[in-house]
């Protein structure tokens, strides 16, 4: 994989990028907004919370991607760009905390739901301590996490409502094939 620092973005992908991100933590902030009323409406504060930690994730996921793509200045833009790369972790981990603390909240869900958590804060503290030099290893941990859920598919279909299972293997795909147009550097935009 290419190394990121010998990357560039020409000015119209940089715009394109900041400007179609921010359009995502605007609707972020907005599905938010949806998940913790409708949360609200069953009177479960644990659907409250696991909605807004997930929506929360999501804001930054798309507000870091816009301010790494949106900033010029070389030294602002290498930070937000560890920033951008720790969203992931935490959204991986965002996106998976509904299910495990609602619907899988036994020790397999809370298992996972620390596992996922550790591994990104180790991803983070892998992003802050060596942004280029792990490159590959940062690709394999977003992957791994984005299917943790294997480890853990007994009690996940025991638990979790077929729509539910659909919508986090879809997830999976997209995360996975995510992956690839990362890798693919030079498919422009």
């Known amino acids: 994989m290419k190394n990121i620092r010998e990357f560039k973005y020409t000015l119209g992908e940089e715009i394109a990028n900041a400007s ?4 995502g933590a605007v609707l972020s902030v907005v599905a938010l907004t949806l998940m913790v009323v409708f949360a609200s409406g069953g009177g479960d504060p644990w659907r ?5 930690i997930f929506g929360a994730t999501l804001i930054a996921v798309y507000l870091t991607s816009t301010l790494y793509h949106a900033i010029p200045h070389p030294k602002a833009k290498r930070l937000m760009r560890v920033f951008d790369h720790c969203a992931i972790y935490l959204l991986i981990a965002g996106t998976y905390t509904p299910f495990l603390l609602v619907s ?10 620390g596992v996922l958590w550790g591994l990104a804060a180790a991803g983070c503290l ?11 290893l940062s690709v394999v941990l977003y992957v791994a996490m984005g299917w943790a859920v294997i480890a853990t ?4 279909l025991a638990a979790v409502p077929p729509a ?13 094939a995510g992956i690839i147009f990362y ?7």
């Open 20 to 23: 179609t991100h921010a359009v």
């Open 48 to 52: 409250i919370v696991s909605v807004s």
């Open 104 to 113: 899988m909240r036994g020790p397999a869900g809370w298992t996972l739901f």
């Open 126 to 136: 892998l992003k802050m301590l060596c942004m280029e030099r792990w490159e590959t």
């Open 153 to 156: 598919i007994k009690p996940a």
């Open 164 to 176: 539910a299972l659909t919508l986090m293997a879809v997830g999976g795909i997209a995360y996975t």
């Open 183 to 189: 890798a693919w550097q030079r498919l422009a935009y």
